[in-house]
């Protein structure tokens, strides 16, 4: 999280879900730890590395065959989640040297 409210997150989820929690688990209770702790989140920032295991990058770059880059950012994994809290605005799309950074806003 950085001063300006903007949450940043590498969530690497492996293994049984069942027993380790997924990625949407990991996201959910960190949102929620977040809001406890009154910690204000205003946007959601995505950075995807092309050529890694990366499942945002991969989407992203699929997704960008058929659509803009910001509909295909918002068509990931992390813009799907980002949605479901109401962060559904693309403010910033930028691709440089082969790494995504995306920020979702309200």
Request: aromatic share 8%.
């Amino acid at each position: 999280m950085d001063k300006n409210g903007v949450l940043g997150f590498d969530i690497r989820a492996q293994g049984d879900a069942a027993l380790s929690g997924s990625g949407r688990d990991m996201f959910i209770s960190a949102m929620q730890r977040l809001e406890q702790q009154s910690v204000q989140v205003n946007k959601v920032r995505g950075i995807w590395v092309e050529g890694t295991d990366s499942v945002n990058s991969a989407q992203y770059l699929n997704n960008l065959k058929t659509m803009s880059p910001e509909q295909a950012a918002l068509n990931t994994w992390t813009g799907s989640i980002a949605k479901d809290y109401g962060f559904s605005k693309i403010e910033r799309v930028e691709t440089s040297y082969g790494v995504t950074t995306v920020i979702f806003g309200k």
